[in-house]
């Protein structure tokens, strides 16, 4: 069976010793972190049928949940944090290169799902971003407050929950209301693709956490 298809049902099964050591390997096979983090959010999403109103499986849901998370900072932390370092200097090696832009990320109030939104923190560390976390259910003047307190460049922000949507296309607003109109607001999560940047007043609506970073890279 293709490998990381193995990777996906240890996570769908909430098998999160062993895909840990699954990920691992992939990795040392030479995967990318790109092949591993897909499989992992496959191996959560395709419990969609378990987390409706109608029929909620907690447990079986959460299993996957840890070992997703597992898998993002024993591995994928892990391996990006090789590749940081690789690419460093001598000087940045010993005192750590300084962190080029800064990014303030959320999941937006009324929704709880976090996991995207931690892969794409993760990816930003590790790509040499200072990340405010500010959690889940994130009131709208909490993006802005904290825009303003550390200075941001960008905000991200997720929804995986279709009513939150509208709560969104205020945060655009709201910034520009503090004179933070510069500030670059990010979108992800699968209830903003199913929308537009433009009915969501977003600057970039991102396919995936890899996409939205190569959007950060590219607008320096
Ligand atoms: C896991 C899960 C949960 C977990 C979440 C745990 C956690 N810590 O996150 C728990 C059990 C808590 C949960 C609860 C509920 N859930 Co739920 N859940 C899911 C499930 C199965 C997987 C979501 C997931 O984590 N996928 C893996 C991650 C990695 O994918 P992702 O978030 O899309 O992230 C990727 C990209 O989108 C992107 N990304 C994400 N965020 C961001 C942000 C930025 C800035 C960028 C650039 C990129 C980015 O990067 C990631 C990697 O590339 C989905 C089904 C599905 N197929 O999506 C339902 C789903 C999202 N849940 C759903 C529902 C209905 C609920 C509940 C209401 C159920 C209930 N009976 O109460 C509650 C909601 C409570 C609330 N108020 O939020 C619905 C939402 C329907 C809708 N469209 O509104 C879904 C779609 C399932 C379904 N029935 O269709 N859920």
């Given amino acids: 069976m293709d490998p990381l298809m193995d990777l996906a049902l240890l996570v769908q099964h909430g098998e999160n010793r062993e895909a840990v050591l699954c990920a691992e390997k992939l990795l040392a096979d030479s995967y990318s972190v790109e092949q591993v983090v897909d499989a992992v959010a496959k191996g959560v999403a395709i419990l969609r049928n378990k987390c409706t109103v109608e029929n909620f499986q907690l447990l079986d849901v959460l299993l996957a949940c ?23 200097g001598e000087h940045e090696r010993a005192a750590g290169p300084p962190p080029w832009k800064t990014i303030v990320i959320g999941t937006i109030q009324g929704d709880v799902h976090d996991l995207g939104k931690h892969v794409m923190a993760t990816l930003c560390r590790f790509n040499n971003l200072k990340v405010v976390n500010l959690g889940k259910d994130v009131p709208v003047e909490n993006f802005v ?7 941001a460049d960008f905000v991200g922000v997720s929804s995986l929950m279709s009513v ?10 709201a910034l520009a209301a503090q004179g933070l109109e510069h500030v670059k607001v990010i979108g992800g999560g699968s209830a903003v693709q199913q929308s537009t940047k433009e009915a969501l007043r977003l600057d970039y609506l991102a396919y995936d956490a890899f996409d939205g970073l190569d959007y950060l890279c590219k607008i320096t």
Avoid: G, Y
């Fill in 145 to 151: 407050v904290a825009a303003r307190k550390e200075n």
């Fill in 164 to 173: 939150c949507l509208p709560k969104i296309k205020l945060i655009k607003p």
């Fill in 66 to 88: 840890r070992a997703m998370t597992e898998v993002v900072d024993e591995c994928v932390a892990i391996q990006l944090k090789h590749q940081l370092d690789a690419s460093a």
